[in-house]
């Protein structure tokens, strides 16, 4: 079973950037599909970004198409996603999430068997 720990979190401005990373171990995280998810107070955690095991297929909700970007070192077995032009909407625990297989793209959160426990993204105006 794959671990997954976020870090990177924190209390930013309107307009500023933040980068989150998620490390892994435990698990071959070169064949990891991988995404990012956030969960809002009284929402329902909802997809961010997706990145294939390669690299080479990213997916992006579109809120946040333009702004933030997903990245993944294979030989650092973590996965970023880094956060520009934040605004208060953005506000939200986010959480990284890992799968090995998956028959669709995007995957819907179903789809992915480990997360980690999240980091606190506060966005003020």
């Known amino acids: 079973q794959v671990q997954l720990v976020e870090s990177g979190g924190g209390l930013v401005q309107a307009g500023d950037s933040l980068r989150l990373s998620c490390a892994t171990s435990?698990?071959?995280?070169?064949?990891?599909?991988m995404g990012w998810f956030r969960q809002a107070p009284g929402k329902e955690r909802e997809v961010v970004a997706q990145?294939?095991?390669?690299?080479?297929?990213?997916y992006y909700t579109d809120s946040v198409k333009g702004r933030f970007n997903i990245a993944r070192d294979n030989a650092k077995n973590t996965i970023y996603l880094q956060m520009n032009s934040v605004k208060p909407e953005d506000t939200a625990v986010y959480y990284c999430?890992?799968?090995?297989?998956?028959?669709?793209?995007?995957?819907?959160?179903?789809?992915?068997?480990?997360w980690g426990q999240g980091t606190q993204v506060t966005v003020s105006s």
């Open positions: 999430a890992a799968t090995l297989y998956s028959s669709t793209w995007p995957i819907p959160k179903t789809g992915f068997g480990s």
């Open positions: 435990g698990g071959t995280f070169s064949r990891f599909f």
């Open positions: 990145i294939t095991w390669s690299g080479s297929v990213t």
